[in-house]
């Protein structure tokens, strides 16, 4: 058993799921959940917690997950200066970011920060159409000592949106994969514990309607 499939095997039965309905018999329909990884590359150590997020989150409610791969799409947005001019392929997934009900959000650490394909990817999402929006962030490195990137780049550049950053993001270094894959179970375990914070959150953000205050600045 790999360490992600023991931490969702611990973690069954801990926090109830995305029901089928609210207390108040509202019916609910699955989360739509976005992982954007911003490697640069595949096989990918970010692009694999992405998905071991991705997973842990549809372990633990209903959800419709879809991920983004920067790798793939850099071509397509790369060399763009508006909206208006990336792919078409690019376009659906910005809509499908700022459609979320709960974004993840990785990068692996480059020169310091997020790689510029990922910021730039950001560059195009509305500004005001992540306002509310629950966000996981991850991140990858080449040791511990790059972790504080999700305090010091990746919140930073979710508060500009008015996002809801969500309280526990998950960092893993090299050392923790093996062939591209999460196999550290401490990190596993650190997964489990962001989704099962994070869900009520989501979960209640999704039946809140927006505030009809956003501030322009």
Do not use: C
Request: aromatic fraction near 6%.
């Amino acid at each position: 058993m790999s360490a992600v499939e023991l931490a969702a095997a611990t973690a069954a039965g801990v926090a109830a799921a995305h029901g089928s309905a609210t207390s108040d018999g509202r019916e609910l329909r699955p989360l739509r959940v976005v992982g954007v990884s911003g490697s640069l590359q595949e096989p990918s150590r970010t692009t694999a917690l992405v998905r071991a997020i991705l997973a842990g989150v549809a372990d633990r409610a209903a959800a419709e997950t879809e991920l983004v791969e920067v790798a793939a799409l850099g071509p397509g947005f790369a060399g763009a200066l508006r909206r208006e001019d990336v792919a078409p392929e690019v376009e659906r997934a910005l809509q499908a970011i700022e459609s979320a009900d709960l974004l993840v959000a990785a990068s692996p650490v480059y020169r310091a920060s997020f790689t510029g394909l990922f910021k730039h990817l950001f560059d195009f999402v509305g500004q005001y159409d992540l306002v509310g929006t629950p966000v996981l962030l991850a991140a990858t490195g080449g040791g511990e000592r790059h972790a504080l990137i999700i305090e010091h780049q990746l919140r930073p550049l979710f508060g500009f949106f008015q996002a809801l950053t969500l309280p526990i993001g998950v960092y893993a270094s090299n050392s923790d994969f093996t062939d591209y894959r999460l196999s550290s179970p401490d990190v596993a375990r650190r997964v489990v514990q962001a989704v099962d914070r994070s869900l009520p959150l989501v979960e209640q953000a999704a039946l809140v309607r927006r505030s009809e205050y956003v501030a322009t600045w």
